[in-house]
DNA sequence: CCACCAGAGCTC
DNA sequence: AGCTCTGGTGGC
């Protein structure tokens, strides 16, 4: 039996009962001082223990609860991505179904399909692909349709004709009832069709098609443990289905592009894209922070010249806050959180018109001192100004047509909307006349070897985004004009991949190997850190260790690691807690 | 006197 | 990671 957790081994106990349940069927048990709910694992033919063995309290559900479909899923899940098919059944279950809610399952037939088959589509205008999106519904068949957005399947759901609405399911982002209800009902057979964000990959229905909108995106990614993109997934799944799978977006990833070689389709017009190198930038500064602002000055006439043509402008910075962080100009010492050690960042309070500091990584909050908590100095200064330096500094040129970036509420007259990547969105609602990247190198630097992809898919998406696209310009600034990888802008994404893939290649890296992550627990001893790196290395597994944060592994195939790591991960030694395993793999 | 809560303890 | 047990607190 498995047990929904982070443990990779199978349970053994008795069963009182004439017929045993079926693979994948629910059972209630005794686990440590509660009563939880597994799920009957293959028959181990005769498993001898030496302790006591427990009795299975009640038997759930007859057949699997599961489906065999998406049990295969979840058990390819375990072994693929070094979770264990305890997580992997957290992930692929709706929480309902964990705590033991009965239903009956009546999934229907299916006529299978003769062989999987790949299709790319990829094409810059939404449109373009939700015409031919809609097609493919109207074509018959169980289609699965996953948009990277919540907001985006919503949207293309209420767009549907009758007769496919009809039969069509709008898959929840919240999970609980609302995903609950959507799962029995699609359990049922009273859908063909489903749309929905990342989650619906996971609705249980043997699908003739499954189609993944901007399938690089990396908002498919659980933001929960196991952290895996919903696109392979959806791959996975269309593969042992034997379905369609049609990947489409506004370019391919690093895997499909591998796999395929699709040509991009359009190139970006000579005038629409302009390259500034950021170290001409002006010289100002906002108060209390030390370090320029990416202001140039062609930035500053090119907003000038959209604004006045009754455009909107956008100019993305990654960095939220009034600055990245604080130091003492005396000892030089940066503040850090008292919770976790990150540094923190100073912010507008939400009270009142004052500053506070806010720990990066874990989100604490303080206010700001007075002085320095090491050396009692009282002088504090901002170091790496962000958006909301950055705001204070631009109302001086363009008065109140700078807008800090909030979610809710639209500009109506023509502004400098200020923000981070999430103002991408607004390109379809507002006719912006210049995206402007103040400072491209500084974007995505979370996943270093995906960096270069994810500033470039942003930067091609600012262009081509929206129905405002025709005759809209994109500035970015860099300390590196003219070098490498931010000259493919122009010729499309099928040069950008053609270098970046080369450089992944020579390195090992995804697509070509697996990197794994392992996050230690926190609050254990600093020899367990040891012992694991111990561990591996004496399989043969070298291990990068900086000393602190994430221990790296990268393979070939994870088979070797999940072999080392299984016995840490057996229920006995849950006591010390569990690393967290991140593979990433594209 | 017991309801309620936070923290400890346990895991075929 | 859940689940239950425990022991302290506080409401009336």
Excluded at 111 to 132: A, V
Aim: net charge positive; hydrophobic share 40%; aromatic share 10%.
């Amino acid at each position: 039996m498995f047990l929904p957790g982070p443990w990779w081994n199978t349970l053994t106990y008795a069963l009182n009962a004439p017929r045993l349940p079926a693979e994948g069927a629910r059972v209630k048990v005794p686990v440590g001082r509660g009563v939880r709910v597994g799920f009957v694992a293959r028959q181990k033919i005769g498993a001898p223990t030496d302790r006591e063995i427990k009795p299975i309290l009640e038997v759930l559900d007859e057949n699997s609860a599961l489906g065999d479909e998406l049990w295969g899923l979840a058990d390819w899940i375990g072994r693929t991505f070094l979770c264990g098919m305890g997580e992997a059944l957290q992930l692929v279950c709706p929480t309902l179904l964990l705590r033991g809610e009965t239903f009956s399952p009546c999934l229907p037939d299916r006529q299978p399909r003769k062989s999987f088959q790949e299709i790319p589509f990829y094409h810059p205008l939404d449109e373009t692909r939700f015409e031919y999106y809609r097609e493919r519904l109207l074509a018959g068949g169980r289609v699965l349709l996953l948009f990277s957005e919540v907001e985006t399947a919503a949207a293309f759901f209420g767009k549907l004709p009758i007769v496919v609405k009809e039969e069509a399911l709008l898959w929840p982002s919240s999970g609980g009832k609302k995903q609950w209800e959507a799962w029995k009902r699609v359990a049922s057979g009273k859908a063909r069709v489903v749309v929905g964000p990342a989650g619906a990959v996971f609705a249980p229905l043997p699908f003739d098609e499954i189609v993944v909108d901007d399938e690089s995106n990396p908002a498919y990614i659980f933001q929960k443990t196991p952290k895996i993109s919903a696109r392979s997934l959806a791959g996975r799944r269309a593969f042992s289905l034997r379905a369609r799978l049609i990947l489409g977006g506004w370019m391919p990833s690093a895997k499909t592009y591998l796999r395929s070689r699709p040509e991009c389709p359009v190139r970006l017009p000579s005038g629409g894209f302009v390259l500034v190198d950021l170290k001409s930038a002006l010289k100002v500064e906002a108060r209390g922070v030390n370090g320029k602002l990416p202001l140039t000055s062609s930035l500053m006439d090119r907003t000038r010249a959209a604004l006045d043509a009754g455009r909107h402008v956008l100019w993305f910075l990654d960095r939220k806050g009034y600055a990245g962080e604080v130091y003492c100009s005396d000892c030089g010492e940066s503040l850090s959180c008292s919770r976790c050690g990150s540094i923190m960042r100073v912010e507008a309070a939400r009270v009142r018109e004052t500053m506070e500091l806010r720990c990066v990584r874990c989100g604490l909050r303080k206010t700001l001192p007075f002085q320095c908590p090491t050396c009692r100095g009282t002088l504090l200064l901002g170091k790496r100004p962000g958006l909301e330096a950055l705001f204070s500094l631009a109302s001086r040129y363009f008065a109140e047509r700078v807008v800090l970036f909030e979610a809710k509420g639209k500009p109506v007259k023509p502004s400098v909307i200020l923000g981070t990547r999430g103002l991408l969105p607004l390109c379809d609602t507002l006719d912006v006349g210049l995206a402007a990247w103040l400072d491209l190198d500084a974007e995505a630097r979370k996943v270093e070897y995906g960096a270069r992809f994810q500033a470039f898919s942003m930067v091609w998406e600012s262009y081509w985004r929206g129905i405002g696209a025709n005759g809209r310009t994109v500035l970015v600034q860099t300390r590196r004009p003219g070098f490498g990888w931010q000259n493919t802008f122009r010729l499309g994404w099928s040069h950008f991949w053609k270098g970046e893939l080369r450089e992944r290649k020579s390195l090992a890296l995804p697509p070509y190997g697996f990197l794994v992550q392992l996050d230690l627990p926190a609050g254990g001893r600093a020899s367990e850190r040891d012992d694991l790196v111990c561990l591996l290395e004496r399989a043969g597994i070298p291990v990068m260790d900086a000393g602190n944060g994430p221990l790296w592994v990268a393979a070939k195939s994870t088979d070797r690691l999940a072999a080392v790591l299984a016995p840490r991960f057996e229920i006995k030694n849950s006591r010390q807690g569990f690393p967290v395993v991140t593979v990433w793999s594209e």
